[in-house]
């Protein structure tokens, strides 16, 4: 009975680990995605100049998704 259990605990835990690290992912490509529009309408001139490098966008998006998260496991209930 509670070899069953551990088990049926286990698969759980794993399913609701590969749906958590897909949505983050989904998250942070939508974070990437505003900051490169926003870039784009906020410094016209740099982004077709091409100046604005990616990798500034990304760590720029990966903070913003970095404190959402840990705000958001802050957060009273």
């Known amino acids: 009975m509670a070899i069953g259990f551990g088990v049926k605990t286990m698969f759980v835990t794993i399913i609701a680990s590969f749906f958590l690290i897909i949505m983050g992912l989904l998250y942070f490509m939508f974070t990437l995605w505003i900051v ?7 410094l016209p ?9 990616g990798s500034y966008m990304v760590i720029a998006a990966a903070l ?5 998260m ?3 496991a802050m957060q009273r209930q």
Do not use: T, Y
């Open 45 to 53: 001139d740099l982004w077709k100049s091409g100046q604005i490098s």
């Open 70 to 72: 840990v705000a958001s």
């Open 36 to 42: 490169k529009v926003g870039a784009s309408f906020i």
């Open 64 to 68: 913003i998704s970095a404190g959402s």
